[in-house]
């Protein structure tokens, strides 16, 4: 919205060719290299590392379709977002991290924003892309979703999804899509307009969704507090075209809600500090 802070993000371009990288942590399990294709792609996710089981097994994974909420009022989100802080951009192919992982663009967080909902706070840690969107709409994909990813101090996740319709440009992704032709490899640093990160929950009034869920992608761990928002922000068509040319089914299927409520609170209080 009006955050017109720059703030200052390194760009580091991760190697996409399934070697070992150093930014995978966990040397054993990431090994096994995934994607989205028929050889490593979600349908086999669970049988490809006995550390992923949750993504054949679970019964409350992500993503899921948003239809059919229950209305609700649900607890007061605080957010607290300082005017500036550092942005480092990840430009992954095949990385894997024990939060989200590659096949995305994705901007790690050092800002200290935070996310608390019912007096549980969660940092930002970053936030990546997807496309098409993860969530679907009562059956409709939007052309792309945006994941901010918030860790509480025992581990929890919350992630924040927002999905993205053609429309207006975002001017705050240029230099992050600049990333997108660079070699692997390749270290810049570069400005990013705030106003791009203010997605963590900008204009609320239309409300959002909540459900509990899992990761969307390896390991598929659960228990993870998803608030989507309902109103959808915008790319320009050649913003989404740009993203799309190069990752352009960075998606998981959806997932059944099963015994899950889907809420929708369509006036959420939100207060920002
Ligand atoms: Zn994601």
Known sequence: MSLLAHVIIGVSMVSCSGEKS????????????????????????????????????????????????????????????????????????????ALDNGHTIQVNSKTGEKLTVDGKAYALLQFHFHAPSEHTVDGRHLPMEMHFVHQADDGALAVVGVLVEEGAPNPGVAPLWAQLAEAPGTETMVELRAEFAEPVFPDVGSGFYHYVGSLTTPPCSENVQWYVRKTFTTLSKDQIAEFTAVYNHNNRPVQALGDRALYLDENPTVTIH
């Open 22 to 97: 150093g930014s995978e942590s966990h040397d054993d399990e990431h090994a096994v290299h995934w994607g989205y294709e028929a050889d490593d792609g979600p349908d086999i996710w669970g049988s490809m590392n006995s550390d992923w089981a949750l993504c054949a097994n679970g019964l409350e994974q992500s993503p899921i379709d948003l239809a059919n909420a229950v209305k609700t009022r649900l607890p007061v989100v605080d957010l607290d977002r300082p005017g500036e802080g550092k942005f480092e951009v990840l430009t992954q192919a095949s990385v894997v991290d």
